[in-house]
């Protein structure tokens, strides 16, 4: 079997691209490919998802709302019982008191009693209502919170759905938006991948080298193009016993095949087999030759 050495170059800027934007759960071209197909089925299924926590909510929320009546209901009702107990109570310290004394200094101070019982009879009698319903103020307010979140969800379902499912659905847009910027790439490593394969069955006496990049200082002159050339890539490069092969693999649309602000295959294959000449023709030149790697493939 065919030797091959580095991942193709188009994995290499999808897997960059990605990372910068933050986003490392995608490991294939395949799984994109997926993701893209599968995310108006991914969206809805988010949408289905929140609608039912909400309608779970809205039904966990009734029931809370009923305990905490039922809270606020018994803890009023203890309440109440316990001042009528207190009232009660003092009427009958009051009725305890004889209706004559023995001398001046008994009726004073059974006079100041009795006033301070009326008194305080009066002051509960006055509190009476106010007094029960602060009973429970602990549940009163959690009462209100619950019962004003309730009546949302019944009267704006579909809000509170899309509030409930906002991140998520951000989340997901901002992945199909970053991987539609590279979708170039994501076509151009299909077609690279199909070459690695098909380069692969050959035998080991066949060397494949994918992303090959090469860089040139002094740079050298390439008088057919009337330039200077610092660096060259070549999407495969196949080193066989009949000889050296630059392969470009390209997977363009038609309106590509139509812009004249993109360079030619033909072009680019002529470039970079100028500059592997020299390479190879030319023991003395000074070249760096950079083979990245990365677990993408």
Not at 28 to 47: A, P
Not at 80 to 104: A, D
Not at 132 to 146: H, M, P, R, S, V
Request: aromatic residues 8%.
């Amino acid at each position: 079997m065919c030797i091959v050495y580095n991942s193709i170059g188009s994995l290499r800027e999808i897997k960059s691209h990605l990372n910068r934007n933050g986003i490392n759960d995608f490991h294939s071209v395949k799984e994109l490919l997926n993701f893209q197909k599968s995310y108006s089925v991914t969206r809805q299924h988010i949408l289905s998802n929140h609608s039912n926590l909400i309608e779970q909510e809205k039904s966990t929320l009734r029931e809370e709302i009923a305990n905490l009546n039922d809270h606020i209901r018994v803890k009023r009702s203890e309440c109440e019982q316990l001042l009528q107990l207190e009232l009660n109570e003092l009427e009958q310290q009051l009725e305890k008191f004889p209706s004559t004394q023995p001398n001046i200094f008994k009726k004073f101070t059974s006079y100041l009693a009795k006033r301070r019982i009326r008194k305080k009879i009066k002051e509960n009698k006055r509190y009476f209502d106010f007094r029960i319903d602060q009973a429970g103020q602990e549940f009163t307010e959690l009462l209100a919170k619950c019962t004003n979140r309730y009546q949302y969800i019944i009267s704006h379902f579909e809000k509170a759905v899309d509030q409930s499912s906002l991140s998520q659905l951000q989340d997901l847009d901002r992945k199909k938006r970053v991987i539609e910027e590279v979708n170039s790439s994501i076509y151009g490593a299909i077609g690279e991948q199909k070459v690695v394969r098909e380069l692969q069955n050959l035998s080991d006496d066949y060397i494949l080298i994918n992303d090959f990049t090469c860089s040139f200082q002094p740079p050298i002159y390439y008088r057919q193009g009337n330039e200077h050339i610092k660096t060259i890539q070549i999407d495969h490069l196949l080193i066989s016993p009949a000889g050296v092969f630059l392969i470009e693999t390209k997977n363009w649309s038609e309106k590509s095949l139509n812009s004249v602000n993109l360079r030619s295959p033909i072009e680019q294959i002529k470039r970079a087999s100028f500059a592997l000449f020299k390479i190879l023709s030319a023991g003395g030149l000074s070249s760096t030759l950079v083979l990245n790697e990365h677990h993408w493939g």
